[in-house]
């Protein structure tokens, strides 16, 4: 089969960073009207984020110090894969009970997106938990400042549309959740 005619080549690549989390590629690529040039992009493993929902109509968002924004961030649990993970369920019921403390009776798959495919090459796999009750400690990493905050999932929606949770992650995971818990249209 050949090539899509928008596709490029990559005559050389090379990790030119790499740190714990994602490497920072570049790469030279022959463009469709064959002329080179570079292109960058961040490297990382793929993550899971869960948005989990207790019997009690709440989400356990999350409260995280995030030093980029250089502010405290309310979101959802988010974690990376890690080779050992049988599986992405695996990954997001582990990534819930460091980060929160809290387990899910069941997990579903929500969607797959890549975030930001103009400038890295991340995966993120979406799941909502239901069920979740604590049953733990938080387990966080050495590098995590994270407060689990269970709050009215209602309300947790209405701070999406005001604007002051502005995690994307978070934003994605809630507007597909309501997408796909809206009756499908029929077409006329």
Do not use: K, W
């Given at each position: 089969m050949p090539a899509d005619p928008l596709s490029w080549e990559t005559v050389e690549s090379d990790v030119a960073y790499s740190c714990p989390g994602f490497d920072?590629?570049?790469?030279?690529?022959?463009l469709p009207d064959g002329s080179e040039t570079d292109f960058d992009y961040l490297s990382e493993p793929a993550s899971v984020c869960i948005l989990p929902l207790t019997d009690d109509g709440e989400v356990v968002c999350i409260e995280e110090w995030r030093q980029a924004v250089s502010r405290v961030s309310r979101g959802l649990p988010v974690g990376t894969t890690e080779p050992d993970?049988?599986?992405?369920?695996?990954?997001?019921?582990?990534?819930?009970?460091?980060?929160?403390?809290?387990?899910?009776?069941?997990?579903?798959?929500?969607?797959?997106?890549?975030?930001?495919?103009?400038?890295?090459?991340?995966?993120?796999?979406?799941?909502?938990?239901?069920?979740?009750?604590?049953?733990?400690?938080?387990?966080?990493?050495?590098?995590?400042?994270?407060?689990?905050?269970?709050?009215?999932?209602?309300?947790?929606?209405?701070?999406?549309?005001?604007?002051?949770?502005?995690d994307g992650r978070a934003v994605l995971a809630v507007a597909y959740y309501e997408l796909l818990s809206q009756p499908k249209r029929s077409s006329d």
């Open positions: 920072v590629v570049t790469q030279t690529v022959r993970d049988d599986d992405l369920e695996a990954a997001a019921h582990r990534e819930l009970a460091e980060e929160t403390g809290y387990r899910a009776e069941t997990l579903e798959a929500l969607v797959t997106v890549e975030p930001a495919n103009g400038l890295a090459d991340s995966v993120m796999h979406f799941f909502v938990a239901r069920g979740c009750e604590l049953a733990s400690e938080q387990q966080l990493d050495h590098d995590e400042s994270i407060r689990a905050s269970p709050t009215d999932y209602e309300a947790f929606l209405e701070s999406m549309r005001e604007g002051t949770i502005r």
